[in-house]
């Protein structure tokens, strides 16, 4: 009698193990799904800029912490150079020397020059310096992929270039400065 008490309670405990297991599956399989499916009501990417879109600011912080709001449309008529660098980016290393010679604003204030990044303005202003940059740091630490202007960081070196009204005009990899250059006289401005 007592050996079939064992089996039985062993044949049970073997069912109740059994649908444990199951169940730990079961769980282990809801996870790996809530991983990989978006979560609900998160933004999705929003499509690059382009050439022939408009961007009316920007917004970002300084090396003080303060906010700082840079209008891309304005009633001067300088165009306005973007250099989006990554301190991180091996290849923003070898192409941030020929940056160096670019002041924020040309003599005739036709041209205003702006370094962005998506790095905390500190590395961000520490980098600029390391490279003797005369232009503008500003740090966009806060974009994510679901912001319009992420796209304007998602690639370093990058180079943009916008009109007066804030249109963009031109963009292209960091190293290509005779053609920022010429973009910048096609728009009527010098450099």
């Known amino acids: 009698m007592l050996t079939g008490i064992v089996e039985t309670n062993t044949v049970r405990f073997s069912?109740?193990?059994?649908v444990l297991l199951l169940m730990a599956i079961g769980v282990q399989g809801a996870l790996l799904l809530s991983r990989t499916r978006p979560e609900a009501g998160a933004a999705s990417p929003v499509?690059?800029?382009?050439?022939?879109?408009?961007?009316?600011?920007?917004a970002g912080e300084t090396a003080a912490g303060s906010t700082r709001v840079i209008p891309m449309a304005n009633g001067t008529g300088?165009?306005?150079?973007?250099?989006?660098?990554?301190p991180e980016c091996p290849y923003c290393d070898s192409i941030a020397p020929a940056w160096s010679p670019y002041p924020?604003?040309?003599d005739a204030g036709s041209v205003r020059r702006l370094a962005v990044t998506m790095d905390l303005p500190e590395a961000a202003v520490d980098y600029a310096e390391r490279f003797g940059w005369k232009m503008d740091v500003l740090s966009m630490s806060r974009l994510t992929p679901a912001d319009r202007?992420?796209?304007?960081?998602?690639k370093t070196p990058w180079i943009f270039v916008f009109d007066s009204g804030g249109v963009l005009?031109?963009?292209?990899?960091?190293?290509?400065?005779?053609?920022?250059e010429a973009a910048v006289r096609r728009l009527g401005t010098s450099s």
């Open 15 to 18: 069912k109740v193990l059994l």
């Open 47 to 58: 499509p690059p800029l382009g050439v022939g879109d408009t961007v009316y600011a920007l």
């Open 78 to 86: 300088a165009a306005t150079v973007l250099y989006a660098f990554h």
């Open 104 to 106: 924020s604003t040309d």
């Open 149 to 154: 202007d992420y796209s304007l960081l998602a």
């Open 169 to 180: 005009r031109f963009q292209g990899h960091g190293t290509e400065l005779e053609l920022v």
